[in-house]
């Protein structure tokens, strides 16, 4: 977290264009949804979250500073990964998904494929020579991902939003669905604009039997100094006709993720952000507890933790929310699954997985259970 907040004060100035409407420009003829509830918030040109408003004060930045990193916030070792190609896709289970680093997960439902948060590259950065750098290089290349029906993006931050990626698969993807004002970037990266679907919150997209709809988030954008917020970050649900998914993005723990597992009915999975955490931006990035919280508010049957074990964002040991989720679901007996990047969880009922991190623990952690609490 802290390196993202400190990048862009080495960039040189990035604006995206704001204006005095949040509506976007559609130049596609998809069937869009209403789920009747009031947008994110816009006014003087940027984005608000709902009941929370965030600041950046110098006390909190120096106390991040001075923070302890914690001396296994990098692994010492190659983290194992099942590799993946477009052979292994072919698969007799049509319902599955495939965490792919960070927030990067590829999904199969039905006949369709999509992707969340695509980050590809190095290093989470502008440059690849400067930034947090990957611990293990993705399970699969883009070159051997199958024709996506939609790529989401949640935000526009570095470990989010990848250039190189949105460039390598501008031609691999019918749709790219964004948060409002997103789109414009992406214009510019040389996607097409008949495929760019941007959506505020509640508002969602029809892709043939595919629903994507944008829900709220408690976090913020930005990718240089004069930017801040000026497009919005977003949730999201993704429908078939058998499965109802909730991918988080980034976000601190609120009443929203209450009134989206009401609204909805509830998700046959959740994946939810679970890394890079920290009690000094708790409101942007849910400790584990906030997250095991947030799955229960959701009302979904398992949660998959994503945002973790790929870059080094945070100050906790790169195990810690596996341990803490694993030991969070046993107390709520509920389901969670911690897949080795690159292998396969199905939607619905989840083979059991292998605790593949804890070969890499200290001894001293492996005898004893963590505090779950993370400061």
């Known amino acids: 977290m802290l390196k993202k907040l400190l990048i862009p004060l080495g960039l040189a100035v990035f604006a995206i264009s704001a204006c005095v409407s949040k509506e976007p420009t559609a130049s596609h003829n998809l069937p869009m949804i209403d789920h009747g509830k009031p947008g994110a918030r816009y006014q003087d040109g940027k984005f ?56 990067t997960v590829l999904m199969q439902l039905g006949e369709q494929w999509l992707i969340t948060d695509p980050v590809f590259s190095e290093r989470a950065s502008p440059t690849q020579w400067l ?24 935000h526009n931050h570095y470990d989010h939003l990848d250039k190189r990626s949105i460039v390598k698969l501008k031609n691999r993807a019918d749709y790219f669905v964004v948060p409002l004002k997103l789109g414009a970037l992406l214009r510019r990266w040389g996607v097409a604009d008949e495929k760019i679907v941007e959506l505020d919150w509640w508002q969602g997209v029809e892709l043939g039997e595919l629903t994507i709809s944008a829900t709220p988030a408690q976090h913020y954008a930005n990718r240089g100094l004069m930017d801040r917020n000026k497009t919005l970050w977003a949730s999201y649900v993704i429908e078939s006709p058998t499965s109802r998914i909730f991918f988080s ?29 920290n009690e000094l931006w708790r409101d942007i990035h849910m400790l584990p507890e906030d997250a095991m919280q947030a799955h229960l508010d959701l009302q979904a049957k398992v949660l998959v933790p994503i945002h973790n074990a790929t870059f080094d964002l945070g100050r906790h040991a790169w195990w810690e929310p596996f341990e803490a989720m694993e030991q969070l679901a046993a107390q709520h007996a509920t389901e969670v699954r911690l897949p080795m990047f690159g292998e396969a969880v199905a939607i619905h009922q989840p083979e059991e997985y292998l605790a593949w991190w804890k070969a890499y623990l200290p001894e001293f952690e492996r005898a004893q259970p963590m505090d779950v609490y993370a400061e």
């Open 48 to 103: 608000h979250n709902d009941g929370f408003e965030m600041r950046f004060e110098f006390a909190t930045m120096y106390r991040a500073m001075r923070s302890a990193r914690h001396e296994a916030s990098t692994p010492d070792h190659s983290l194992p990964i099942q590799p993946l190609d477009s052979d292994a896709l072919q698969s007799v289970n049509p319902e599955r998904v495939y965490r792919l680093g960070h927030s």
């Open 131 to 154: 930034g947090p750098k990957r611990f293990e290089q993705t399970p699969i290349e883009i070159e051997q991902l199958p024709q996506l029906r939609a790529v989401i993006i949640s």
């Open 249 to 277: 993005g980034d976000s601190g723990y609120f009443d929203g993720f209450e009134a989206i597992g009401r609204h909805f009915g509830g998700f046959d999975m959740a994946l939810l952000e679970v890394g890079a955490y």
